[in-house]
């Protein structure tokens, strides 16, 4: 095709000049914004960035919402026949859109060695998410783990050390007790918003993964899962270094900011935000081990929509290449909190300098060795629900882990059952 | 007048107080934390210094002015488009006989078991089949057969006495005369409450407006307010509550300044 255009475009110079843009191709994109503030401006920048390199090419880049929002839309869009040709989407969108055959696999889309080199760039951890059979329908752009974040000052009134936060489940129980006063708890893990993503840390501490990466098993009632459960519990009732019931989501960076608590459990999505907001000397730490370290992988991906023809598929894998490059990958990174996608966005000039001043930057890439994929199946949503409810059920004390652990699996077997 | 029975401490007020406090709390919170930085913002502490840096921050950060013209555009035709349907179908079903009109009502009534999200795809195939997609009126247009306003209307006609009709007739008038020179005037106020009740209900509506617009021209002030709600990371309490105050204050001038007329309708009227 190529030489075709370029042969054209060598005949019809006069003709471009009359009429610019003959051979324009135009991509429609959606995006959510999962952190808050102006990042709508500067997405609008990187996309400005990327048609002034490709003439050839216009994008229109659309402010979706949140991910659940950014769904709605696209399956809206596809459903009365203008499908976008890509979008940042939830990781764990993948199996769903697979299912529907909604989206193409990127080993389909690349051809030149340069473009499969691409492809192998970034962090395999963040690839788990998107890789289904073999193939990679996901390609990572705004991508977190959770990090403990820690007031240093309360470590040192406590006579803790400042520099050495809990490493394992021992010593967050041991430290959590020194913290925990009158006014002020040892640590806060929050359980609403995403349960069932704090929740795979401690399974995965416990050495077990929630799920099989095919999303058609889950292992919720496994022994090793219901003890992860229980130790979550105990910080609660046996310990006393967490607060009773639910703690939110939403408010707990400004109940960490205010000092309640000495550490919590959250997004690396929030660490420009933390940084902003504390008027106190705060750090930041891989999670605590059990019988291994690790934390889940959250945050979006791009896919490419089926319906696009090859020159917009093309253009499309352009504007990702242009979208996840390294000085591009650096520059979101340290504008949200988001992990720097690739080995090569740690590399760049930018991002080193940034984390030589703010080593905290560096904690969610040291974690993605460690990392697993986010809890992923079919019928996602409704496996997610079960999971959830069992894990509020627990820590509000109306049901032992066992029990509601057991009834979450049971849901989520009669759910899965079509897909084995 | 004896000091027991002074409205001031009687049972009835001390209750209407509570509830008019409940009631008021979350926006007072929000104009506590919105004037407040972040660190300040759920301590309450009196001697906290005021700042005007979040609504500054927030102002910057979308372009508000675009959006508040957008919205009013938005409610207004809305609003627009159901008074016109509504009236015209409110006067049919409650005076013209004709085959089949209860169960044609019954099926308007239907309606409004229907959550409107149901229909977001089916609706943006329709808007976007006759090209209307990033257009208001095509946001408009979904709500505009408002079968809530057609029953609210109907009863409100029903309730006008034969007698007024009946003597604008001897006076010559045409239906159509008949249905604006009697009705529209005696229903008015039913129609002030409805319109208080739908311009509330478009100027806050959020998950449609997003899908069928595209572009900062169309869409309203509910977008610039949802870049703050960052579900990932967790709200910035000071910064959502600046943008929320900024959603609102045009629909809680507008209160204050027709209060009066605002409760004297909800009164005749009846909703609540």
């Known amino acids: ?420 | 007048m004896k000091l027991g029975n002074s409205p001031l401490i009687s049972l009835d007020s001390i209750g209407a107080l509570f509830l008019a406090l409940a009631w008021i709390s979350p926006l007072l919170f929000a104009i506590w934390a919105a004037f407040h930085e972040p660190t300040h913002a759920i301590d309450f502490d009196l001697a906290a210094p005021w700042t005007l840096d979040n609504i500054r921050a927030v102002w910057s950060q979308a372009p508000w002015l675009t959006y508040l013209a957008n919205t009013i555009f938005l409610v207004t035709l809305v609003l627009a488009g159901q008074f016109l349907l509504c009236t015209l179908a409110g006067f049919a079903f409650a005076r013209f006989e004709f085959r089949g009109r209860e169960v044609l009502f019954l099926m308007v009534l239907l309606q409004l078991f229907i959550l409107p999200e149901v229909l977001i795809v089916e609706n943006y195939a329709i808007v976007s089949n006759i090209g209307l997609f990033d257009t208001t009126l095509g946001m408009a247009m979904p709500y505009m057969a408002s079968a809530f306003g057609i029953f609210l209307l109907r009863q409100a006609f029903k309730a006008v006495p034969r007698e007024l009709e009946d003597a604008a007739r001897v006076e010559g008038a045409t239906w159509m005369g008949v249905l604006l020179k009697v009705y529209v005037p005696v229903a008015r106020p039913t129609y002030l409450a409805y319109a208080l009740v739908s311009v509330a209900t478009h100027w806050n509506n959020f998950l449609w407006p997003l899908i069928i617009t595209n572009s900062t021209d169309t869409r309203p002030l509910t977008i610039g307010l949802s870049l703050f709600g960052a579900p990932e990371s967790g709200v910035d309490i000071s910064m959502i509550s600046a943008a929320t105050l900024m959603t609102i204050a045009p629909l809680l001038l507008a209160f204050l300044i027709f209060q009066r007329q605002f409760l004297q309708a909800f009164i005749t009227s009846g909703i609540k």
């Open chain 1, 1 to 420: 095709m190529k030489p075709i255009l370029n042969a054209l475009a060598a005949a019809g110079t006069l003709a471009a000049t009359a009429l610019p843009g003959w051979a324009e191709t135009k991509l429609t994109m959606y995006y959510p914004v999962a952190v808050g503030g102006a990042l709508t401006e500067v997405v609008d920048g990187l996309i400005e960035g990327f048609e002034a390199e490709n003439p050839d090419i216009s994008v229109e880049a659309i402010y979706a919402g949140n991910y659940d929002d950014t769904r709605v839309r696209a399956l809206s869009a596809i459903n009365s026949g203008d499908a976008p040709q890509l979008s940042v989407m939830f990781s764990i969108d993948a199996i769903d859109l697979v299912d529907r055959d909604l989206i193409v696999a990127f080993d389909d889309v690349v051809e030149s060695d340069e473009d499969k080199e691409w492809l192998n760039s970034f962090y395999p951890a963040l690839m788990r998410n998107g890789q289904i059979d073999g193939k990679t329908y996901g390609v990572p752009f705004q991508r977190s783990t959770i990090v403990m974040y820690y007031n240093k000052e309360l470590f040192a009134e406590a006579g803790l050390d400042p520099e050495q936060p809990p490493a394992t489940w021992e010593e967050l129980v041991a430290d959590a007790k020194a913290l925990t006063k009158d006014d002020q708890w040892g640590i806060m893990i929050p359980s609403t918003g995403y349960p069932y993503w704090m929740f795979q840390c401690f399974a995965i501490q416990n050495d077990k993964e929630l799920m099989n990466s095919a999303g058609t098993e889950t292992y919720f009632n496994d022994p090793a899962v219901v003890e992860a459960l229980d130790f979550w519990r105990s910080l609660t009732q046996e310990e006393g270094v967490m607060p009773e019931g639910v703690i939110e989501w939403g408010t707990l960076r400004q109940a960490f900011l205010q000092g309640q608590t000495a550490m919590m459990w959250h997004s690396t999505g929030n660490l420009t935000a933390v940084r902003d907001g504390a008027d106190f000397d705060f750090g930041v730490a891989m999670l605590p081990a059990h019988k291994r370290a690790g934390s889940p992988t959250g945050g979006g991906n791009f896919y490419l929509f089926k319906d696009s023809t090859p020159e917009e598929q093309a253009a499309s894998l352009k504007l990702i290449q242009y979208m996840t490059a390294p000085e591009r990958a650096a520059k979101w990174s340290m504008a949200t909190g988001y992990v720097g996608i690739s080995p090569a966005a740690y590399e760049t000039e930018a991002l080193q300098d940034y984390s030589a001043d703010f080593p905290a930057a560096l904690v969610a890439r040291d974690q993605l060795e460690v990392a697993v994929p986010e809890l992923s199946t079919f019928e996602t949503a409704r496996v997610r629900e079960a999971l959830n409810n069992a894990i509020q059920a627990v820590l509000t004390g109306t049901k032992s882990p066992q029990d509601a652990l057991d009834e979450a699996q049971s849901t989520a077997e009669r759910l899965l059952k079509p897909y084995q």
